[in-house]
């Protein structure tokens, strides 16, 4: 408990100071409402159920596209490693779709795919670049005598693939996920504020068009949660899943 | 394998974009031609102002990111420096990191306006902290043999900085410029396209609205290719910057 409490004391000071600040009068609260208006607010949403459905339209949104992304870059990402034609075929797409800025192309996708479904295509396209990206460096890499082992021993290559390769480069694929998930959420966030519906973010455009900031540091608040919440969920799965891998020994010999 | 190899699909896209429009397979309510999203961004170009609008992005771009990186690189240093500094801001990076940094623009439009200056603290707080991050682990990095030797050759603690630290932590740093860079652009756009009166991405919403859409593809792909042109142009300096370093960068 000490421990916890020396290592969040700026946190905690930051917590106090701001409640203070904002109590005592020094600045608006118009500009900053205090940490207790701002948990008030939460409350508030939560009772009213507005807090479930516009966390859970974000939610919903940021899994839905991770998960298409997830399914379309993986296997690209995979197929560009083994496949020359695809290589050849895709790599240009990628090297030079990843890093423009996906999000102006936002009002393309509006026209095209209109204000609901434009969120989430716009999200699984950001999302998908940094995936393809690591799994195809991943299965570039794969140590060669692994793959001479596997001939040896006569396995087939659907087998080399299936217990060398991907085992290999799971790994990797996790960096890339651990990445793109981030960048969804920037996304999700951006097209909910510029294209309004339900969810966290056009709850805090509509706070700061309104003049209700208690409402945009909810917003903020939640907004952060979720990336926090995400973070640990996908350095756990990543734990769980690379339980045999060297990475996680080493951790764990490390926190022994 | 040749560059016109290499980018062959890339054409063959384009082309095809192109021909679509042409034969009329697609609406031009749709999707402009690439000739006439050519031609209208050379309009816009030399007979109107994308010119100025491309100047308000750049500028706002290049002072939040130039910030952050100043600002971050300190701090990260600060941080691997001094134990009391790592013990104070360790617990607000963990905090601030995993925020979504988009969602900084409604509240920094409420404290500074919908001018420059709240787009350039968007840049500079979402770049900061994978600035401090990166420069941070770069400079816990440093081979203790080499700070040992500087040490006995009685090296001040500036010099040590110097010619020390901020080269042997330089491969970090520049990853971290490279990931904030990336970050820095999308904010840009995402906060001009929010709420501005000015920049590329002011001039994308209004020509959206406006329903000159073959322009609005022109402003598009104007941001995308900076966005694209900056990495490239990062990338050949990082592979330059880091000659001197031994095998791969």
Known sequence: ?256 | MSLLVRYLPLLLALAAWEGASRLGLISQGLLPGLSEVVERWAYLMFSSDLLYHLGVSLYREAAGFLLSVVIGIALGVAMAWSLRVRECLEPLVTLTYPVPKSALIPILIVWLGIGHTSKVAVIFLGCLLPMVISTYHGARGVDPHLLWVGRNLRMPALRLLTRIVLPAALPDILSGMRIALAVSFVLLVSSELLIARAGLGFLISFLGEAGEYASMFAAILTVAGLGFAADRAFQYGMHRVLRWQQGPA
């Not at chain 1, 296997?75 to 890093?99: C, H, N």
């Not at chain 1, 056009?202 to 540091?217: E, K, N, Q």
């Open chain 1, 1 to 256: 408990m000490t421990r916890w409490l020396r290592r969040s004391y700026s946190v905690l000071f930051l917590l106090v100071l701001w409640e203070a600040v904002s109590r005592g009068g020094l600045v608006n609260p118009y500009f900053l409402p205090s940490a207790t208006a701002v948990a008030g607010r939460l409350w508030g949403m939560l009772l009213t159920g507005g807090l479930a459905v516009d966390l859970g339209a974000t939610v919903l949104r940021v899994l839905l596209a991770f998960g298409v992304a997830a399914g379309l870059g993986i296997p690209l990402g995979i197929a560009m490693g083994r496949l020359r034609t695809v290589r050849w075929l895709a790599d240009p797409f990628v090297s030079v779709g990843f890093p423009m800025p996906k999000v102006s192309f936002l009002p393309i996708f509006i026209l095209w795919f209109g204000y609901d479904l434009s969120k989430i295509l716009l999200t699984t396209v950001a999302a998908v670049f940094p995936i393809v990206a690591a799994t195809h460096a991943g299965v570039a890499g794969v140590d060669r005598s692994l793959l001479w082992v596997g001939q040896n021993l006569k396995m087939r290559e659907g087998r080399i693939f299936l217990r060398i390769v991907l085992p290999a480069i799971l790994p990797q694929i996790f960096n890339g996920l651990q990445i793109a998930f981030p960048v969804g959420l920037i996304v999700v966030v951006v097209t909910e504020m510029l294209t309004g519906g339900r969810g966290v973010g056009t709850v805090m455009m509509m706070g700061a068009r309104f003049g209700d900031s208690p409402a945009v540091f909810a917003g903020l608040v939640l907004v952060a949660a979720l990336g926090l919440a995400s973070l640990k969920g996908l350095a756990a799965i990543r734990a769980r899943l690379l339980r045999w891998h060297q990475e996680t020994r080493a951790a764990e010999m490390a926190a022994a």
